[in-house]
């Protein structure tokens, strides 16, 4: 089945600092990732969708500027916590899938930790 | 945002009981999809069931979808120490791909 490569899987960083999360369809072309937030015991929060090519939309309260999403390639999406803070730690995890496939297929998730 | 609850929040069960989840769902969909979620980890897709279906079966999961009443369930029988997990559903709705999550059940299936 296709697979969906996620890295880091765990980091913990100082407040201030910027983390970047990849993620990576392994053996097909995403034209669509999505990434999500979820909080311990709760559910994922869809936090924007990310389109080869071209900007990323954003779901309403997720600040554009503070989580920087770059789809590049067909195969590679990247998130970005700019100036985290202990606010932003949480799981990240993302998703993606082919044209032909009704199935989204996720990431192993991002635990980020912010000191 | 959350298209609905799933329920119970929490199950326990012991092991070779069946356990039964419910999903509701607050808008039409295209089609609706049953996740598994181990701690910390990411999701494993389980199956997905179109908006004009009304049943389908996986092994051993089981799947109902109500359009009528805008609710799901996943039943897995003969449930293993191993099913020991979060089960989320999530809906598709309109043209886009992306799922909307409901609050998930944690499964415990004691040995």
């Known amino acids: 089945g296709a697979v969906v490569s996620q890295h880091p899987s765990r980091v913990i960083c100082k407040s201030g600092t910027s983390v970047k999360i990849e993620c990576r369809s392994l053996?097909?072309?995403?034209?669509?990732m999505f990434w999500y937030r979820q909080f311990p015991k709760q559910s994922l929060m869809l936090m924007a969708t990310?389109?080869?090519?071209?900007?990323?939309?954003?779901e309403q309260g997720v600040e554009k500027d503070k989580f920087l999403i770059n789809h590049a390639s067909l195969t590679l999406s990247t998130l970005t916590v700019t100036s985290a803070h202990p606010e932003d730690s949480s799981f990240y995890i993302c998703?993606?899938?082919?044209?032909?496939?009704?199935?989204?297929?996720f990431g192993s998730g991002t635990q980020l930790s912010v000191l | 945002s959350q298209q609905g609850e799933e329920d119970p929040q929490a199950l326990s069960i012991q092991e070779g009981e069946n356990a039964t989840m419910n999903c509701s769902y607050k808008?039409?969909?295209?089609?609706l999809q049953w996740y598994r979620q181990n701690s910390g980890r990411g999701l494993v897709h389980l199956i997905l069931?179109?908006?004009?279906?009304r049943e389908k079966h996986s092994g051993r999961l089981r799947v109902t979808l109500d359009t009528s009443k805008k609710s799901s369930s996943l039943l897995i029988t003969a449930s293993r120490a191993a099913d020991t997990a979060s089960y989320f559903c999530?809906?598709?709705?309109?043209?886009?791909?992306?799922?909307?999550f409901g609050s998930g059940t944690q499964l415990t299936v004691l040995p």
């Open positions: 999530a809906t598709v709705s309109g043209s886009a791909r992306q799922l909307t």
């Open positions: 053996d097909f072309q995403a034209t669509t």
């Open positions: 990310s389109n080869e090519g071209s900007k990323a939309t954003y």
């Open positions: 998703s993606a899938g082919d044209s032909r496939n009704e199935k989204l297929f």
């Open positions: 808008t039409s969909i295209n089609n």
């Open positions: 069931i179109r908006s004009n279906e």
